[in-house]
């Protein structure tokens, strides 16, 4: 997967917004959520493997302790060749308090977020609970659970997905495998071998730089 920079982030109008230099070429994932929800059609298994195996390549290619920050639909651009996350650690740049007020404020874009993430706290677990909401909302078409609520039956998948929407991160899964796992065996795929592209580090990180982007070699 590739990491694009996004070279403003701000708080406008109590919404998080992200301003990029150009935006990718293809479809956002939201777009493609968006018309599956109106033709009331979920995504099958065999069509969001590849999309979650790139994401998982794509947080990997990550080292600790930094983290992405925002794995949304809206962050995730589509083409044939390829499936770009833009906004790289913008929201983990931003004051927590920010993030929690702003988040706090706007139940519908809270539910895509981690819980921890909305109390200011975040780690590379809530990237994987966020590929999991997409995938909650991929498959059911509907956003994930509240924090302590079930998740909705999904067959094999319920447990991996159960997983990693853990509302405590110390409990959370600490791996997107299982969920890459049972995609693969409902759609009686092989798992996607995909390599996490080399990291390539920013000089700084602060709130008003632009920070670089990892990228494909």
Same mark, same amino acid.
């Given at each position: @997967?590739?990491?694009?920079?996004?070279?403003?982030?701000?708080?406008?109008?109590?919404?998080?917004?992200?301003g +990029?230099? !150009?935006?990718? #070429?293809?479809?956002?994932?939201?777009?493609? +959520?968006?018309?599956?929800? &109106?033709?009331?059609? %979920? /995504?099958? %298994?065999?069509?969001l +493997?590849?999309?979650?195996? *790139?994401?998982?390549?794509?947080?990997?290619?990550?080292?600790?302790?930094?983290? &992405?920050?925002?794995?949304?639909?809206?962050?995730?651009?589509?083409?044939?060749?390829?499936?770009?996350?833009? @906004?790289?650690?913008?929201?983990?740049? /931003?004051?927590?308090?920010?993030?929690?007020?702003?988040? #706090?404020? *706007?139940?519908?874009?809270?539910?895509?977020?981690? %819980?921890?993430?909305?109390?200011?706290?975040?780690?590379?677990? !809530?990237d994987?609970?966020?590929?999991?909401?997409?995938? &909650?909302?991929? /498959?059911?078409? =509907?956003?994930? $659970?509240?924090?302590?609520?079930?998740?909705?039956?999904?067959?094999? /998948?319920?447990? !991996?997905?159960?997983?990693?929407? *853990?509302?405590? %991160?110390?409990?959370?899964?600490?791996?997107?495998?299982?969920?890459?796992?049972? +995609?693969? =065996? #409902?759609?009686?795929?092989?798992?996607?071998?995909?390599?996490?592209?080399?990291? =390539? =580090?920013?000089?700084?990180?602060a709130?008003?730089?632009?920070?670089?982007?990892?990228? $494909?070699?």
């Amino acid at each position: @997967g590739r990491l694009l920079p996004a070279c403003r982030y701000a708080v406008q109008g109590s919404v998080l917004r992200a301003g +990029l230099g !150009a935006l990718p #070429q293809g479809a956002s994932s939201r777009s493609v +959520l968006e018309r599956r929800i &109106h033709e009331g059609e %979920p /995504l099958p %298994p065999e069509e969001l +493997l590849p999309g979650v195996a *790139h994401r998982d390549a794509a947080l990997t290619a990550i080292p600790p302790p930094l983290r &992405h920050g925002d794995v949304r639909a809206d962050a995730v651009w589509i083409d044939p060749e390829r499936l770009q996350m833009t @906004g790289a650690f913008l929201v983990p740049a /931003l004051p927590p308090g920010v993030v929690a007020a702003v988040l #706090q404020r *706007h139940g519908d874009l809270r539910r895509r977020y981690a %819980p921890e993430v909305v109390r200011g706290v975040g780690s590379i677990s !809530a990237d994987r609970y966020g590929v999991a909401a997409v995938a &909650h909302e991929a /498959l059911t078409l =509907k956003p994930p $659970p509240d924090p302590g609520a079930s998740v909705r039956p999904l067959g094999a /998948l319920t447990a !991996a997905l159960a997983a990693l929407l *853990h509302p405590d %991160p110390r409990r959370r899964a600490t791996s997107l495998e299982p969920l890459l796992e049972g +995609l693969a =065996k #409902q759609a009686g795929l092989a798992v996607p071998e995909l390599e996490p592209a080399p990291f =390539k =580090k920013a000089r700084r990180f602060a709130p008003r730089s632009c920070p670089l982007s990892t990228s $494909p070699s």
